[in-house]
């Protein structure tokens, strides 16, 4: 007897797979989580959200009517959308990618899609090739793609998992970019999708060429992920957390590798961190222990269909009666600096602040622009910090860069926000 429970407990150990910490309560914070990224689905204004649509295909649990509807969206929406950009000649290399993984995650023939520019028609793979071609001149004769290295991996990872052979002078910019230190911006959330891309590459065993460089590349974005792992777990933010633990998996991590960060994630989604539907779909996948590689070989069949979501009390928030002082400065490109005050309600968004103060009609003025992750400010007193000259408005706190946006940042207390214009 006793000795048949051991061997149940042996077997059940033996058969755990990397990084598994779970528990009953677990279970149920990543079926809160779930049900969060879901019901994300009905309030979406703007266009259906494909990060979204690809962490609801990878999860364990679905609801596999209301998937299918957003299927739909994305398949009218978000096509119509990228045909646009694509007839103006942007490049829109992520979206492509991400709309290539949400099809492929739901089992959808990928040769069935295409876009019609300037009259001609041409496949979605056959679209994001060709940005992916002219992201790769971009870099041979800038040192910088079109858009990011974060884009750049994503065409990488969408063409990979597609079955498609990533042309070896696209996966060798990539590979060159991580070997010689040129992925700057955001860094951690850059190298944990560039890992995923190139251990795809490795997967696929057509990549021997240069095999020795891939292995140098994938051994240098493990090592960096992993240095970069702070002493509360987290792996850069804890928004960059989860694509990190999901490249530590892909690229074959062990238990002691990332517990501490998957427990890090759970206590952040135990304290509502994650409300941006964004945030959650690149962390949820991480907390299955599945990573965006799974997406090449989902087969769609015998799916769970549990999924309900319970309808929702409304809940009134009325705005607080304390108010908060708030300082906002602007630094626009010239240096010259301005410095405004407004009292707000307390846990106001930004957003919200940033509208009162523009009607006390002092000067300041703003504009933003919609984006996946919500909205982004792009004109701040006239001045435009355009991408295209590698400018942003950057915000900060008492000095301290946030790492939230204008809608998800809360404003809770006294404190001097700066938006600064600054090249990147
Ligand atoms: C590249 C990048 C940037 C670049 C984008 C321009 C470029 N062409 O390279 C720059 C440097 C401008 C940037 C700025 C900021 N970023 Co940023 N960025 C990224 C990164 C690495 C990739 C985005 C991307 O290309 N996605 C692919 C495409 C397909 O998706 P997309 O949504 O259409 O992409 C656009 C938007 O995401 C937008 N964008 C970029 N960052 C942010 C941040 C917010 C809050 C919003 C609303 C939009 C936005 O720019 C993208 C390119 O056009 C992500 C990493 C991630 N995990 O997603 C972080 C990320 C989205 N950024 C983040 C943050 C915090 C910021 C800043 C608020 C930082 C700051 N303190 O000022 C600012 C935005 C301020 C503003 N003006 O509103 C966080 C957001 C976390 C959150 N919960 O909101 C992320 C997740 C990084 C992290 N781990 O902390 N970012
Ligand atoms: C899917 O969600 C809707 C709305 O919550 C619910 O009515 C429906 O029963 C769910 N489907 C399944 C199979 O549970």
Known sequence: MHSLIILAGLLAFVSSKPCDTEGSNNAELLLSLN?????????????????????????????????SDHLTKLKTNLHNDI?????????????????????KASCYDLNTVSFTVGGKSETLLTHLKRQMEQEKEH????????????QYSQGVLALCV????????????????????????????????AGMALQ???????????????????????????????????????????LAVQ????????????????????????????????????????????????????????????LVLEPREPVLVLPSQTKVALMVEVVKSSGAAAEYSVDVPKGSSLLEALVLLQGKNNGFTFEKESSLWGPFLSVVNEEQARQS???????SSDGTALSQGINDFKIEAAQKITIKNTSY
């Open 35 to 67: 049900k969060d990224l879901l019901r994300s689905l009905e309030g979406q204004e703007g266009l259906p959200n494909p990060s979204v649509h690809l962490a609801l295909r990878l999860s364990d649990y679905h609801n596999l009517s209301k998937e």
């Open 83 to 103: 045909a646009s950009s694509l007839s103006r000649g942007q490049s829109v290399v992520g979206l492509l990618a991400l709309y290539t993984l949400a099809l």
């Open 139 to 150: 870099i041979a004769y800038s040192h910088r793609p079109l858009t990011n290295y974060y």
């Open 162 to 193: 597609s079955g498609i052979r990533v042309n070896s002078h696209v996966s060798n910019k990539l590979i060159k970019a991580v070997d010689h230190g040129h992925i700057n911006s955001e860094i951690i959330d850059t190298y944990a999708m």
């Open 200 to 242: 795809c590459v490795k997967d696929t065993g057509s990549h021997v060429q240069n095999a020795a460089d891939l292995d140098t590349a994938l051994t240098k974005i493990k090592l960096k992920l992993l240095a970069s792992q702070r002493a509360d777990g987290h792996i850069g933010n804890e928004f960059s957390t989860g």
């Open 247 to 306: 490249a530590l998996l892909a690229m074959g991590s062990q238990v002691a590798e990332c517990a501490a960060s998957m427990e890090a994630m759970r206590t952040d989604a135990r304290s509502n961190t994650y409300h941006n539907p964004m945030a959650i779909s690149q962390t949820l996948p991480a907390l299955q222990q599945k990573t965006y590689l799974h997406v090449k070989s989902k087969e769609c069949l015998n799916e769970d269909d549990s």
């Open 389 to 395: 000259d590698r400018r942003y408005w950057h915000l």
